[in-house]
């Protein structure tokens, strides 16, 4: 059974900075992935790791965040500074279950070509 299960969350003052953590079970070798989803807006794609090994950013949090995984590619991080209140929102992260190679030109990868979410954290930054 897939399981996506985030931590990290919690509340900060602008310019502080937050580890996200995702343990992931019950696939490997998957393209996985950090998204964010404020009130009434569309769920964004902040970064990916793809499965041969590119990482794409989008332009929003480039310099800010790094994402990356453990040895064992079981846990997925965000290291995320510079935080401004903009980035208030829920953190999910998620997996494709399909292979995708990506190239090193493309922005994040899309919710939709995502397979599988954990529930959440919640981010909040205070001004």
């Known amino acids: 059974q897939v399981q996506l299960v985030e931590s990290g969350g919690g509340s900060v003052q602008a310019g502080g900075s937050l580890r996200l953590s995702c343990v992931a079970s019950?696939?490997?070798?998957?393209?996985m992935g950090w998204f964010r989803q404020a009130p009434g807006k569309e769920r964004e794609g902040l970064a990916t790791?793809?499965?041969?090994?590119?990482?794409l950013y989008a332009d929003s949090v480039q310099g800010r965040f790094t994402i990356s995984q453990d040895g064992s590619k079981s846990t997925l991080y965000l290291q995320m500074g510079s935080l401004k209140p903009e980035d208030t929102a829920m953190y999910y992260c998620a997996a494709r279950r399909r292979t995708i190679l990506c190239s090193s030109t493309w922005g994040p990868l899309h919710a939709s070509a995502m397979s599988y979410w954990g529930k959440g954290t919640l981010v909040t930054i205070s001004s």
């Open positions: 790791v793809c499965t041969n090994g590119v990482i």
């Open positions: 019950g696939f490997t070798g998957a393209s």
